[in-house]
């Protein structure tokens, strides 16, 4: 994804920002950087859904309507806590 393809790809669609957040190796232990894990902690949070777990579906119809109940369930659990 640190290439140009996607750039380019992303910039025919629409007018997305593309910002990758790179490590420095120079640091030493922990250090927060931000926004770098917000992709990997959706997808985590989207394989609680047993259902999402495996690629189990016939077609990319169906697939694409089970994550957006997993993301409604998600979402009406937020809302309900509050």
Known sequence: Y?????????????????????????IKGFKILPRRW??????AWLGRCRRLAKDFERTIASAEAWIYIANIRMLTRRIARS
């Not at 917000?38 to 997808?43: A, C, K, P, Q, S």
């Open 2 to 26: 640190a290439g140009p393809k996607l750039k380019l790809k992303l910039e025919k669609i629409s007018k997305f920002t593309l910002e990758i957040i790179k490590r420095s190796d120079a």
């Open 38 to 43: 917000v992709v990997e902690r959706t997808f």
